[in-house]
T-cell receptor, first 110, second 114 residues
Framework: GQQVMQIPQYQHVQEGEDFTTYCNSS?????IQWYKQRPGGHPVFLIQ?????EVKKQKRLTFQFGEAKKNSSLHITATQTTDVGTYFC??????????FGQGTTLQVKP | EPEVTQTPSHQVTQMGQEVILRCVPI?????FYWYRQILGQKVEFLVS????????KSEIFDDQFSVERPDGSNFTLKIRSTKLEDSAMYFC????????????FGPGTRLTVL
């Protein structure tokens, strides 16, 4: 079945530093979604990308979908302590089934 | 803002017992899902449900699992005979439409099987 690989597994940054997580697939993806899960919380939808080369921004967060639609990235500029959590990429199937990556856990030192 | 709710927040049970996890999806949503997350691991799809039928299920969702929409608001996940490896956080989600439509997750039920 379809799989998405996500790296790195963990990232510790100093507050104010940038952060990037990457999601890769061996097959072409029809879409990619990004979720944030705060410690002890549930996944919260951030964004969806569907077009080749698409770039979307939400304040300090920049999401990209690769030209070949096989990879995606989430970049956070100038991290804050409120950015702490695990960021997951996911692919949605026709029935709505979400296939999640392993997630990248971000720790921010104040 | 409408949200998905789940009860109980934590369920402790003995191995071999039956458990029912309950969810109230967002009221105008038609598509419902269950996922599970073993501690420290990724979120795994269990089942999708629409129009009182299972749309898709994963390999995890074996004969011990069942889902039901007993009335117009609740969506339940039943595990008939729990195993130690069923210990996980179980998330319910709902969406207005299927496919790539945004899914809204509930706060989860932490199931501990002893």
């Amino acid at each position: 079945g379809q799989q998405v690989m996500q790296i790195p597994q963990y990232q510790h940054v100093q507050e104010g530093e940038d952060f990037t997580t990457y999601c890769n697939s061996s097959t072409t993806l029809s879409n990619i979604q990004w979720y944030k899960q705060r410690p002890g919380g549930h996944p919260v939808f951030l964004i969806q990308l569907v077009k080749s080369g698409e770039v979307k921004k939400q304040k300090r967060l920049t999401f990209q979908f690769g030209e070949a639609k096989k990879n995606s990235s989430l970049h956070i500029t100038a991290t804050q302590t409120t950015d702490v959590g695990t960021y997951f990429c996911a692919v949605a199937g026709n029935t709505g089934k979400l296939i999640f990556g392993q997630g990248t856990t971000l720790q921010v030192k104040p | 803002e409408p949200e998905v709710t789940q009860t109980p927040s934590h369920q402790v049970t003995q191995m071999g017992q039956e458990v029912i996890l309950r969810c109230v999806p967002i009221s105008n949503h038609l598509y419902f899902y269950w996922y599970r997350q073993i501690l420290g691991q990724k979120v795994e799809f269990l089942v999708s449900f629409y129009n009182n039928e299972i749309s898709e299920k994963s390999e995890i969702f074996d004969d011990q699992f069942s889902v039901e929409r007993p009335d117009g608001s609740n969506f339940t996940l039943k595990i008939r005979s729990t195993k130690l490896e069923d210990s996980a956080m179980y998330f319910c989600a709902s969406s207005e439409d299927r496919g790539t439509d945004t899914q809204y997750f509930g706060p989860g039920t932490r199931l501990t099987v002893l």
